[in-house]
């Protein structure tokens, strides 16, 4: 074939994920410990692993429905409820999807016409602004400051309104940060929202991976909210399931029909095994969550306390998710160069800030879902690079 090959326009803007590159820097580097990824490095609760493999012997291994099996819907339904007092009715307004980032893209497929605005956390997870892309729009960022914790400032998201505002897209708890909001700040973000009649998609997909006496505000709980809220969530971090691929998205019977819609189209439904797995660890005892979040704790004082300890970074300690995002401007590096360098010299990978907005340049990414000697070592190693610079 002489002709040249011609790409749809709609890809121009996306480029590569710039975790995936030091995901692949890990790869390549021997005897390097890996702080880029997102995930826990727990296995699934067995009960639930056992359900999928007697779901596979009872021969469930057929299509389910578009929206996912009844079991989970209804067992979703009966979460929203018991997590927020919210209902949902399981047959409309709920989508069983392939993870969270299924979920985050058919919304704003489902949701954003072109040269409309879409308002996303800078830093942020590297879904949002590709997928405003591909649906035409234009990411509006708004700032996640470290002067107030890396959480948005009320005045500054009101400053970006347009009219041609239409959906506001967050993130709590934050990845990259581990930023929380407060009450005040989630009830301020929705009340922008009913008042500008915009759309929001929440991602809450690390709800249950928060700190202390630290608490997680569902956006769709505030007055005016439900009917204009997506709540995008997943199997992936609460129960260690990422390969598995189960997310899930609450909402109005008119936004989850759309979804359901290009749902359809693009996947016909999720692994019919996965949302057996899934269904158990809902239903089942949910110690494994506490029990594995009370060794991120652990984890996470122990980076927040030896990042410190190291002249050069300074760190806030993160209310929640499985990173920490320190400051390392005092390095003189970019963050890409920092992290090029920490993979170099101290064989430890982690993502630097750029990767997550221009707002997250003089920052890097760690992620403290690795095994708490793996982080002492880690540590150790990146004490003894940095003296070199
Ligand atoms: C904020 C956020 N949302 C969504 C996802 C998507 O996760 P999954 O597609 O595995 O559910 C991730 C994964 O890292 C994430 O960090």
Redesign the pocket.
């Known amino acids: 074939m002489s002709q040249k090959i011609k790409l749809a326009e709609r890809l121009k803007n996306v480029k590569p994920s710039g975790i995936r590159r030091f995901f692949r820097l890990a790869e390549k580097t021997s005897s390097s410990i890996n702080l880029s990824v997102?995930e826990p490095d727990f296995r699934p609760p067995k009960h639930a692993l056992d359900a999928g493999l007697q779901a596979a012997k009872e021969g469930k291994t057929h299509y389910a429905q578009t929206n996912g099996i009844q079991e989970l819907r209804e067992a979703l339904a009966q979460k929203a409820y018991r997590d927020y007092g919210l209902n949902y009715d399981p047959d409309s307004e709920i989508l069983i999807t392939v993870?969270?980032?299924e979920a985050?893209f058919l919304a704003l497929f489902s949701l954003v016409n072109p040269g409309e605005e879409v308002l996303i956390p800078d830093p942020g997870?590297v879904?949002y602004e590709p997928g405003i892309f591909l649906a035409g729009g234009i990411p509006v960022h708004f700032p996640l400051l470290e002067k107030n914790e890396f959480r948005p400032s009320i005045d500054n998201v009101i400053s970006l309104l347009t009219e041609k505002s239409r959906v506001m897209m967050l993130?709590f708890p934050n990845?990259p940060t581990g930023a929380i909001l407060s009450y005040n700040e989630a009830a301020s973000l929705a009340k922008i929202a009913v008042e500008r009649d915009m759309i929001v998609i929440s991602?809450e997909?690390?709800e249950k991976i928060i700190y202390n006496d630290a608490k997680h505000y569902c956006l769709a709980t505030f007055p005016g909210m439900q009917e204009r809220t997506l709540v995008?969530n997943?199997f992936?971090k609460t129960y260690a399931m990422?390969g598995l691929?189960v997310?899930y998205v609450y909402g109005p019977k008119e936004l989850i029909s759309s979804l359901w819609l290009a749902h359809q189209y693009t996947v016909a439904c999720v692994d019919t095994l996965a949302q057996y797995i899934a269904l158990a660890a809902l239903r089942g005892p949910q110690d494994f969550v506490e029990n594995m979040v009370r060794e991120f704790d652990r984890r996470r004082r122990l980076v927040y306390k030896r990042l410190n300890e190291i002249k050069g970074f300074h760190c806030l300690l993160p209310k929640g998710a499985f990173y920490v995002y320190p400051n390392v401007k005092n390095f003189g590096m970019s963050s890409e160069q920092f992290a090029e360098f920490l993979a170099k010299e101290a064989k430890v990978i982690t993502v630097p800030g750029s990767a997550f907005g221009n707002y997250g340049e003089g920052y890097i990414r760690l992620s403290y879902a690795a095994a708490y000697s793996d982080l002492e070592k880690a540590l150790n190693r990146i004490e003894k690079a940095v003296k070199k610079v």
Do not use: I, M, P
Request: aromatic content about 12%.
């Open positions: 997102g993870g969270g980032t985050v997870f879904c993130n990845n991602d997909v690390y995008v997943s992936s990422t691929r997310g």
